[in-house]
């Protein structure tokens, strides 16, 4: 039995994707797992999997289209299998090339397809069930898909019914409604040069405003005494060197972040409107500028991954991100978010907190500095680091005893091997 091939959601806050280009061609014998395309996510470029074994029947999305998490993209079936109903339910005879200019002409629906109030259901992207054309009209003409009536089978939104829609008397209202805020203007000229932004600096630029925005921040910072962490990672670094493994300042913080967590599950934690959402695992994430932007890699479980596994995968991660490899696997699941700028000799900063996480820390650089040991001057290796906090979900006192209990495994850093 014929199947769709959908575009997959790869991470909780992935939308939309760009098609890069098909791997497996329309006659193409596919079996489960081939790899049948390449596609672009506002993370990183990523390989789409075959879920089912059969004959590639039907493209339904071109090269370079931008597809919805959960769109239809082509037909998998048997040889010679009738897909006439697939095709007219995905809306595939209606999609348009990528260099389709996105002009609206007014249309109305025929006689033939009598419209419908369209299937809203949270399974579908946006709630609505429309062919990824119809989508894109109505993302570009700011039209809200629920009061779109669909013509296509069960009711789904087609392409020309958003024009329909448009055309008709009650789009002027919904168009006519007033802008939340405008962007200062930008001046443009021969003096000034337009670079495009990129898919992962889109993400990051919305994803920082909703942070911004929509989340109340606070700070709290202290000082760290590194010297323990010094000498306790050169000391792992040569046990571990027969095995090719290296540790770093910033695992250890990683690990450390993730002890102090288990004391204070309120920060390991989401906030949900009407409840915060603790979750029962910890999964730090670690920031890592790329080309372009920033990812953020994902350690699972690292309160109880020892230190070796997770500086073993914070590397292969940070490797991926770097090369433009990443897996899906890699950036998804967060729910702690450490910020590293201490290679980049950067003594004090404060984070933006990545969502839905209710919280990031902000490490500086860990340096020499005179510092008074017992009444009297001494050199030692200082560190600041800064928690950003949602208050929505947390208080100053509890930050503050977070960062108590950070800085005190960092100074018995012997916990971190236990």
């Known amino acids: 039995m014929a199947e769709f091939i959908v575009m997959p959601k790869l991470g909780f806050d992935m939308r939309e994707a760009v098609l890069v280009a098909w791997l497996k061609q329309e006659g193409d014998q596919v079996t489960k797992g081939d790899i049948v395309a390449e596609i672009e ?13 059969g004959i590639l029947l039907k493209h339904l ?35 348009e090339s990528a260099a389709d200019s996105p002009k609206v002409e007014p249309a109305t629906p025929t006689a033939s397809a009598p419209t419908v109030a369209p299937v809203v259901s949270s399974e579908f992207p946006g709630g609505v069930k429309a062919t990824p054309v119809a989508r894109r009209i109505a993302k570009e003409n700011n039209v809200n898909l629920s009061q ?34 405008s962007a200062t203007p930008v001046p443009t000229g021969p003096e000034t040069e337009e670079i495009p932004t990129s898919r992962l600096r889109q993400a990051i630029a919305r994803r920082m405003v909703e942070s911004k925005t929509t989340v ?10 590194m010297g ?50 603790r979750h029962n695992r910890i999964h ?12 953020t ?32 696997e890699d950036v998804d699941g967060s729910t702690f978010t450490v910020s590293n700028l201490g290679a980049f000799d950067v003594e004090h900063f404060v984070a933006i907190i990545n969502p839905p996480d209710a919280a990031i820390l902000a490490v500086g650089s860990a340096k020499q500095v005179p510092v008074v040991v017992d009444g009297a001057l001494a050199v030692g290796w200082r560190m600041k680091a800064t928690i950003s906090a949602d208050h ?13 209990a950070l800085k005190g495994i960092l100074e018995q850093p012997l916990q971190l091997l236990l």
């Open 297 to 328: 890699v994902v350690q699972k479980n690292t309160d109880l991954s020892p230190l070796a596994q997770v500086a073993s995968d914070n590397r292969d991660m940070i490797l991926r991100s770097r090369e433009g490899k990443i897996k899906p």
């Open 41 to 53: 996510s506002d993370k990183a470029t990523l390989e789409l999997e075959a879920f089912d074994t």
């Open 216 to 225: 109340p921040h606070f700070y709290v910072t202290t000082e760290i005494d």
């Open 284 to 295: 730090v994430g670690t920031a890592v500028a790329v080309e372009g932007g920033l990812l």
């Open 392 to 404: 929505r979900v947390t208080d100053g006192a509890e930050a503050a005893q977070f960062m108590q």
């Open 61 to 95: 999305q071109h090269e370079g289209a931008v597809v919805p998490v959960g769109a239809d993209m082509a037909i998998i079936g048997q040889e010679g299998e009738d897909i006439s109903e697939m095709l007219a339910s995905s809306g595939g005879d209606e999609e």
């Open 148 to 181: 779109v009536n669909g013509s296509g089978a069960d009711g789904r939104v087609r392409k020309s019914d958003v024009e329909a829609y448009l055309a008709s008397p009650q789009s002027a209202t919904q168009a006519a409604a007033p802008i939340a805020f």
């Open 228 to 277: 323990p962490v010094m000498d306790l990672r050169q000391q792992v670094n040569a046990a571990l060197e027969a095995k090719g493994v290296k540790v770093s300042v910033n695992d250890m913080i990683v690990k450390a972040t993730a002890l102090a967590l288990r004391q204070f599950p309120n920060l390991n934690a989401s906030f949900a409107g009407d409840k915060i959402v």
